[in-house]
């Protein structure tokens, strides 16, 4: 997959990565809903013969429009580029969002960015998709715009899960993960939800009591449930290794400036400072706790290991 940083005041893309079909939007997850958007623009990009792309905002809107806002993010560039290239996208398109294209109208938002720089054959968005400033574009405004500039529109309803009483949303998502409802994450990801990041030293606490921990920061990611997780961790060789962690400022060693993701390896030793690795949050296990007895300490971890083990040795577990 080819990879391009797009702005409307840029010279138009490379040729051979014009005329594409585009599935557009945020895509912070790669969730079915936004995979049900994939599939349709696979379809188009088959009709007409052309490379299937897709082109989302980076940084997030929400991050230029309202940079208060605490970290939410699903997943990072690299996780969100890997599921999009699993989905078939041939070339990812990172609008650069900032204040002038936040200000550019929905006309000049097309004009501009979709046929003069993209030179699109085809777009594809959500149902709920809007764009331009105060957000006047809407799908009806895409599909007129698109006729009118020579390029197709397509429209995806929103992506129903059975049994739920809510649309599949990044938003829904997140509720879950803040909740601590990894089943249900992983249900609308369609995979488990993992905090990708690289491998600081801690207070290596653990190491001494025979629970050594690989330590990741949060980062740009939303904030899950504080406690201790059933955990799959990937150290960059795609081998889903069992653990068991912490997501928290972990109280009995002394409160962290904010909340870190502490993972101990089954049956794993070796050096991971420095690699980066992805981290699945399989099944929340219990709330974060705060125990001044290292004894007490050490047998609630293995406590938390035996049952970590036994529900990721589960048929039922999420692989």
Do not use: C
């Amino acid at each position: 997959m080819t990879s391009f940083a797009i702005h409307p005041a840029d010279a138009p893309i490379p040729e051979a990565a014009q005329n594409a079909a585009i599935a557009l939007g945020n895509f912070d997850g790669v969730h079915l809903g936004h995979q049900a958007v994939l599939a349709a623009a696979r379809v188009a990009a088959a009709t007409r013969g052309a490379a299937l792309a897709a082109a989302v905002f980076e940084p997030h809107p929400r991050q230029v429009l309202r940079p208060a806002t605490p970290p939410f993010r699903i997943q990072n560039d690299a996780q969100r580029a890997r599921a999009l290239a699993a989905q078939g996208v041939r070339h990812l398109f990172e609008i650069r969002f900032d204040a002038s294209l936040a200000n550019l109208t929905d006309l000049e938002f097309a004009e501009r960015l979709l046929k003069q720089r993209l030179h699109a054959a085809h777009v594809t968005v959500g149902f709920d998709f809007k764009y331009g400033h105060g957000r006047t574009g809407d799908v009806a405004t895409l599909r007129a715009q698109g006729a009118a500039l020579g390029f197709g529109v397509s429209v995806v309803d929103a992506v129903d899960e059975i049994g739920a009483a809510e649309k599949i949303s990044s938003s829904a998502i997140r509720s879950a993960i803040v909740d601590g409802r990894m089943d249900d994450s992983a249900r609308m990801l369609g995979r488990p939800w993992a905090i990708e990041g690289v491998v600081e030293k801690g207070f290596q606490r653990g190491r001494g009591i025979g629970f050594p921990t690989a330590n990741v920061a949060l980062g740009g990611y939303l904030q899950p449930k504080l406690g201790v997780y059933a955990v799959r961790v990937d150290l960059g060789d795609g081998v889903l290794r069992p653990g068991v962690a912490s997501v928290g400022v972990n109280p009995t060693v002394g409160a962290l400036p904010a909340p870190i993701l502490e993972s101990y390896i089954f049956d794993f030793d070796g050096d991971l400072y420095g690699k980066t690795i992805e981290t699945q949050l399989i099944a929340y296990l219990r709330p974060q706790a705060k125990s001044d007895i290292m004894d007490a300490m050490t047998a609630q971890i293995k406590r938390d290991a035996d049952e970590a083990r036994a529900l990721l040795a589960s048929p039922l577990a999420r692989a």
